[in-house]
């Protein structure tokens, strides 16, 4: 099946600067999703992105999909950005099967 | 307000007792799934849905039952759950495809003694 690896797997931050994520997956997608896990468990989706660029606020995505890669920039960043950052795929051939990264453990101090 | 709804959000239960964990969302989204999250090995798909009727294995379907016979109801069945159950649940849908992945529901923390 298809793999996902994320680095860095932890980040510790001081409050306003500014970070990359990175998502390498293996095979050919056709979905890949950035997800904020915050600390009561819930996952938030941030952006759905198979290929192309997206922002939303502090938050910017961008997947390049020939290359198979992905990157979640985060600007200026507050301690509500702590957490767990999911990249998960799905196969070109499987919508059905979202595969997870490990994550990344994002600490953002004041 | 579109959601998954999952119920309930904690339950600790004992070894061999069934239970049900609900699940319904209302986007009239095709595809539906359960996860299962644990320290050190991440999420990891239970079952999943493409339709009413069509369910299929993740990769760690023992112990657990599913059945889709509403296209918005999607429930995780536990016939006789053991402690290596116990983790955090999760329930997902989507269209298949329309460009907005997967939306999550808020977990479910099941602890099984």
């Known amino acids: 099946g298809i793999q996902v690896e994320q680095s860095p797997p932890d980040l510790i931050l001081q409050e306003g600067a500014n970070s990359t994520l990175r998502c390498n997956f293996s095979?050919?997608?056709?979905?890949l999703q950035w997800f904020h896990q915050n600390p009561w468990g819930q996952l938030i989706n941030l952006f759905y992105i198979p290929s192309g660029t997206k922002q939303n606020g502090r938050l910017s995505a961008t997947t390049v999909a020939t290359e198979r890669y992905s990157l979640l920039y985060i600007s200026s960043s507050q301690t509500t950005d702590s957490g767990v950052y999911f990249c998960a795929v799905s196969e070109s051939t499987s919508y059905g099967k979202l595969t997870f990264g490990q994550g990344t453990i994002l600490t953002v101090h004041p | 307000e579109a959601q998954v709804t999952q119920n309930p959000r904690y339950l600790i239960t004992v070894t061999g007792k069934k239970l049900t964990v609900t699940c319904s969302q209302n986007?009239?989204?095709?595809?539906m799934s359960w996860y299962r999250q644990d320290p050190g090995l991440g999420l990891r798909q239970i079952y999943y849905?493409?339709?009413?009727?069509?369910?299929d294995k993740g990769d760690v379907p023992e112990g657990y039952k599913v059945s889709r016979k509403e296209k918005r109801n999607f429930p995780l069945i536990l016939e006789s759950p053991s402690p290596n159950q116990t983790s955090l649940y999760f329930c997902?849908?989507?269209?298949?495809?329309?460009?907005?992945?997967?939306?999550f529901g808020s977990g479910t923390r099941l602890t099984v003694v």
């Open positions: 849905s493409m339709n009413v009727e069509v369910t």
């Open positions: 997902a849908s989507s269209t298949g495809g329309g460009g907005y992945g997967y939306t």
């Open positions: 095979d050919s997608v056709n979905n």
């Open positions: 986007m009239n989204h095709e595809y």
